[in-house]
């Protein structure tokens, strides 16, 4: 039998880490409640909680280590009813709408992997674009704290939040069911050259999520997803194979979401968005912030100039802070903005004095609030700051 992610194996993948027979003993099983004892139901298979309940859980680590078991070895996917507050999730949704609208000015067309050019709308980079274009939005957004509850359990306390948000028209079609990145992107044919404990390691690496900016029925196509397959060692290779896709489409499940409603989910989850088949008087425009949080210690999937992002965000974080915004939600915000982690840095100017690694981005912003820096103040440490990391 093929050997879970989670557990030790072979040094290479061969073709009997490919037997779908070994894929259906993963997959084929029951997501019993009685094993997650924070979560509300299970729909489907995946297991659901409700963000407002999780909010007071008086033992955080209790519910992340539950969250934890739930991706890893359990059904692989989550989802978080009322995760983000309606209010704030409409004023994002208003900013993209106008970026997609700036974009289609300056001539812009978005691919979306899926789509024919130019039939669905995609905003690549999305958070980075929020930042610069409405930081008061992006602020109250991402100091959502049942975002940084799973990111935390999954990634550690310095994640780095990406995102690209996706307008599925109604006519939109299915994506083929896939595993994402890191090795979910990787050649077909080089997949073989990566050793098993890649292959197992890979998925801790990242963690997908999606926010739904408006109510989604399953007409409308949200997320296919085939509930345990993250456990199927060999599966970055055989989800290409034919009779995996053929098991994927008899047997993968589709959860209606209301507005503000997050899945997340193991990047080595077999997905694939769904085909938005509403028509008529009921068509919708299916919108989804889609997250990809990348641990600090590997390669995000987007460039982004976090720097011009903490420059356009501070204001609104000190604005936070006057108002009594608590510490949590502003670490919150500090962290899916700023650079989290020290380096790749030039350790002739920029040397770890007094510690093992120089201050990352995320530290001098969180001094600078504490301290009570201006944003001049804050512009000339971070500018000091790039200035030592350059060679």
């Known amino acids: 039998m093929a050997t879970p992610l989670h557990t030790a194996s072979a040094p290479w993948l061969g073709e009997s880490d490919f037997d779908l027979r070994d894929f259906r003993a993963e997959v084929e099983r029951d997501t019993a409640l009685a094993d997650y004892p924070h979560a509300v ?24 280590a539950e969250l934890i078991r739930a991706l890893a ?20 949704s208003e900013a993209f709408f106008a970026i997609i609208e700036a974009q289609r000015a300056a001539g812009q067309a978005a ?40 990111c935390q359990a999954w990634l550690g306390p310095r994640y780095q939040v990406t995102s690209q948000v996706n307008v599925v028209n109604p006519g939109g079609t299915a994506q083929v069911p896939h595993r994402d990145y890191h090795l ?4 077909e044919e080089h997949l073989l050259g990566y050793p098993a404990h890649i292959h ?18 399953v007409e409308s196509g949200p997320t296919m997803l085939l509930p345990h397959s993250q456990r199927f060692a060999g599966g970055y290779i055989a989800f290409n194979r034919p009779e995996f896709i053929d098991y994927f489409a008899r047997h993968h499940v589709q959860l209606p979401l209301c507005k503000g409603d997050a899945v997340f989910f ?9 085909s938005n088949i509403s028509s008529g008087e009921s068509a919708i425009k299916r919108i989804a912030n889609l997250m990809q949080i990348s641990s600090p210690f590997g390669r995000a999937m987007e460039a982004m100039d976090r720097t011009a992002m903490v420059r356009a965000v501070y204001p609104a974080l000190r604005a936070m802070r006057a108002a009594g ?17 020290a380096f790749p840095t030039n350790l002739d100017s920029d040397q770890p004095i007094g510690s093992l690694a120089p201050a990352s981005q995320v530290d001098i912003v969180l001094g600078a609030l504490a301290d009570g820096l201006t944003d001049e103040e804050l512009d000339v440490a971070l500018r000091d700051r790039n200035e030592r990391r350059n060679p």
């Open 41 to 64: 139901e299970v729909r489907g298979n995946v297991l659901v909680y409700s963000a407002p309940g999780m909010a007071r859980v008086p033992d955080r680590r209790a519910l992340q």
């Open 73 to 92: 070895d359990g059904p692989g996917v989550v989802v978080f009813t009322e995760a983000f507050d309606a209010g704030i999730t409409d004023r994002a």
């Open 111 to 150: 691919g979306d992997h899926f789509g024919k050019p130019g039939a669905n709308d995609r905003i690549w980079n999305a958070a980075q674009k929020l930042a610069l274009h409405d930081p008061r939005v992006f602020a109250e957004y991402y100091a959502n704290d049942a975002l940084a509850l799973v």
């Open 184 to 187: 979910g992107f990787v050649p």
């Open 200 to 217: 197992r390691t890979s998925p801790t690496l990242t963690l997908q999520g999606a926010v739904a900016h408006c109510d989604m029925p």
């Open 266 to 274: 193991s990047p080595a989850l077999y997905h694939g968005a769904g």
């Open 325 to 341: 915004r608590s510490p949590q939600e502003l670490e919150n915000v500090v962290v899916a903005t700023a650079e989290g982690y």
